[in-house]
């Protein structure tokens, strides 16, 4: 028995339906965590904390990054 905790980063390269990040079924989903919630408390932008690639046909997330290029495409204003 493992008893590793999801945490994003451990996540693999593909799903299990074979879809690498960068495929059509596979789509970026910012996540915010606690501190959207006191973004919109102090009014300043929320900018997600990690991103996620989820396969939209079984759900599993291939990759998670935290790479500030990629998570300020998610910023909203
Ligand atoms: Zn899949």
């Not at 074979?18 to 495929?23: E, L, M, P, Q, R």
Request: with cysteine; aromatic share 10%.
């Amino acid at each position: 028995m493992t008893t590793t905790t999801g945490d994003g980063a451990a996540a693999p390269e593909t799903c299990r339906c074979g879809h690498t990040w960068d495929h059509k079924a596979v789509v970026p989903t910012p996540r915010y965590g606690f501190w959207r919630s006191m973004t919109l408390f102090y009014g300043v932008t929320a900018k997600p904390r990690r991103v996620d690639y989820v396969c939209v046909r079984c759900g599993q997330t291939v990759k998670s990054t935290t790479d500030p290029a990629v998570l300020r495409d998610f910023t909203t204003e």
